[in-house]
């Protein structure tokens, strides 16, 4: 398939792929509302993207506030309170790790908005003191007004999509969806994943998977200081050249489902659409462990089809300087991550 062949395909692939789970799930839009569920996936993604840099903000100004104090007052023109600015630095960075823990909930959000209401009052006294640099405390009045207005836009953005019945984060599970176009045939592909034993190819993270029977598999996956964690999975769903479905079994350590659906297109290739969820051990906080530790979990995801694209078109993976672990797939930053 030549290279023309191939882009056409890559960039029709998200469409498709949205069409299809229409068609499979009624909370999803149908295909001629595609477009609109497109948009709003979009504004789903920057929203949750400025609750992580609002989250990473907040352990920033905290960390500064609890360990450079005096030098922070000098900056913003406050007298200095070296007690209270340590434990406004607590309260930041309270606030940044639980939205860093729960990025698409609103109410790590409020809080922050809670902070800039008390951190305004307290300029606010400080430039009504003879002691402080007005010319300083409004310029920082200023700043903290800018960071307030984005803190409210987000949380109320983060409340409308919890209102609409969008994704939810409350048990700090992670839920990642991915499509790529891949220039052969639906059954071949459909055959290369369905041969649980060829996932570590592709998935970095995975030691191994070793099918038990026709419908489960014993998984290990890599966990750090060369550690690892097991679980067992059992096969859901399975139409085959269509769908696969797979699930963590009752009472696993690791909680974690996917969806794989091969999708024709034209005759000339297939459209591979991957819906992933995963709970970490040690709920919110293994969450929290690895959204501090780990990539972005549909950066990893698609780093792991694009070797599957490589893998199932060419029969091989290329490798960089002789590596060939390569990169770390998506669930060593969820799964070995969350183990820690």
């Excluded at 006294?125 to 200023?142: D, F």
């Excluded at 490589?310 to 390569?326: D, F, K, M, R, S």
Aim: aromatic content about 6%.
């Amino acid at each position: 398939m030549n290279e023309m062949t191939t882009a056409s395909l890559q960039n029709e692939a998200n469409t498709q792929a949205a069409q299809t789970a229409g068609r499979a799930a009624q909370n999803r839009p149908r295909n001629r509302r595609g477009s609109e569920w497109q948009r709003n996936k979009y504004k789903d993604k920057t929203t949750t993207q400025l609750s992580t840099s609002l989250g990473w903000l907040s352990i920033g100004l905290g960390a500064v506030e609890a360990l450079a104090p005096r030098k922070l007052s000098d900056l913003i023109g406050v007298p200095e309170q070296p007690l209270l600015f340590r434990a406004l630095g607590a309260r930041e960075i309270a606030s940044g790790l639980a939205i860093l823990a729960q990025p698409h909930r609103p109410a790590p959000v409020w809080s922050r908005v809670i902070g800039d209401a008390i951190d305004l009052a307290l300029l606010g006294t400080a430039l009504r003191s003879a002691n402080g640099n007005q010319n300083k405390i409004l310029v920082t009045a200023a700043a903290v007004g800018g960071i307030t207005a984005l803190d409210v836009i987000c949380s109320r953005q983060l409340a409308a999509r919890t209102r609409s019945g969008q994704q939810s984060d409350e048990s700090g599970a992670l839920r990642v969806q991915k499509s790529i176009a891949i220039s052969r045939p639906p059954e071949d592909c459909y055959t290369l994943w369905r041969s649980f034993a060829n996932l570590p190819r592709f998935m970095k993270h995975l030691e191994s998977v070793r099918e038990i029977d026709s419908k489960r598999q014993h998984w290990v996956a890599k966990a750090p200081l060369g550690g690892t964690v097991e679980w067992d999975a059992e096969i859901t769903e399975e139409k085959q050249n269509e769908v696969l479905g797979w699930r963590s079994l009752r009472g696993s350590d690791v909680q974690h489902s996917g969806t794989v659906r091969f999708m024709p297109y034209r005759g000339r290739g297939t459209v591979l659409s991957v819906d992933m969820h995963y709970s970490p051990p040690g709920g919110i906080a293994g969450a929290l462990t690895a959204r501090l530790f780990g990539e972005e979990p549909e950066v990893q995801l698609q780093d792991d089809l694009r070797r599957f694209k490589q893998i199932v078109e060419t029969g091989e993976l290329a490798t960089i300087e002789g590596q060939p672990h390569g990169e770390r797939g998506m669930f060593y930053g969820l799964i070995s991550k969350g183990k820690r």
